[in-house]
């Protein structure tokens, strides 16, 4: 079992960057590999970025490419997504999530927090 609690999120304006962090509980958390994914009002979630076990390995959405990095402390159990260049189009709830391999679909995804919310004004 693991738990997953997001924090960092905020208002900000176009162009600036913000660190979301996801810390989880559970001894298990560097078996896994982890995943954030974000809901803006009125759309369905979409995959922002995974990180295998290790970190050694990085995966991202193509809207993202570029201005965001995924990064994880397997010492500190915690997921890290350092978002830089931010957009209007990038306001969402971001959510990250636990799964046992590498994917970016959400149905792979076994464990979700309760996502933090991320506002870019322009």
């Known amino acids: 079992q693991v738990q997953l609690v997001e924090s960092g999120g905020g208002l900000v304006q176009a162009g600036d960057s913000l660190r979301l962090s996801c810390a989880a509980s559970?001894?298990?958390?560097?078996?896994?590999?982890m995943g954030w994914f974000r809901q803006a009002p009125g759309k369905e979630r979409e995959f922002v970025a995974t990180?295998?076990?290790?970190?050694?390995?990085?995966y991202y959405a193509d809207s993202v490419k570029g201005r965001f990095t995924i990064s994880r402390d397997n010492a500190k159990n915690t997921v890290y997504l350092q978002m830089n260049s931010l957009k209007p189009a990038d306001t969402a709830v971001y959510y990250c999530?636990?799964?046992?391999?590498?994917?970016?679909?959400?149905?792979?995804?076994?464990?979700w927090g309760q996502g933090t919310q991320v506002t870019v004004s322009s």
């Open positions: 999530a636990a799964a046992s391999r590498a994917t970016p679909r959400q149905r792979d995804y076994d464990y």
């Open positions: 559970g001894r298990t958390f560097s078996s896994y590999f």
């Open positions: 990180i295998s076990w290790s970190g050694g390995s990085t």
